[in-house]
């Protein structure tokens, strides 16, 4: 059996209905680093009139996202039309957004760990970058 480390998915909302490619350095960064994998990525508009479109990753051409399409592994297809569409209704119109699958290669060893060791994750809590911010600023 594969040995996977933990998976999420991560919908980023930008205003405006082109998506200008700003966070593919940074995602093509930790995926040739080796700390995550991008198992699925899609990008979703909505436009003034609320009509929700896909987006391939050859549609978009900018640079960034190119270069960010070469250094992926095989991408699978786990977000379904119906989920990207419901993404998409979510979003204010006039809005864009990128789901993103994300496999946390990083903690694959701790995830089996965790499995031969029968532990159970109990609480996976993400904490807003602004709150650690806060919390870090306060030690000051």
């Known amino acids: 059996m594969t040995q996977f480390g933990p998976v999420e998915v991560?919908?980023?909302a930008f205003p405006g209905s082109n998506f200008s490619?700003?966070?593919?350095p940074a995602l093509r960064n930790v995926v040739e680093n080796g700390s995550v994998n991008i198992i699925d990525l899609a990008f979703i508009t909505k436009d003034n009139d609320e009509t929700v479109t896909m987006v391939e990753l050859?549609?978009?051409g900018d640079e960034s996202v190119v270069a960010l399409d070469e250094a992926l592994e095989e991408v699978f297809d786990?977000?379904?039309d119906e989920d990207l569409l419901a993404i998409g209704e979510g979003l204010p119109p006039g809005s864009s957004a990128a789901?993103?699958?994300?496999?946390?290669?990083?903690?694959r060893e701790l995830a089996g760990a965790v499995a031969d060791s029968d532990g159970q994750v109990v609480l996976n809590e993400r904490i807003p970058r602004d709150v650690v911010q806060a919390a870090f600023d306060a030690l000051d």
């Not at 490619?21 to 593919?24: D, E, Y």
């Not at 789901?99 to 903690?107: L, M, N, Q, R, T």
């Open 78 to 80: 786990l977000l379904n």
């Open 10 to 12: 991560l919908v980023v």
């Open 21 to 24: 490619g700003g966070i593919a």
């Open 99 to 107: 789901a993103i699958v994300i496999e946390h290669k990083w903690a």
């Open 58 to 60: 050859d549609e978009i």
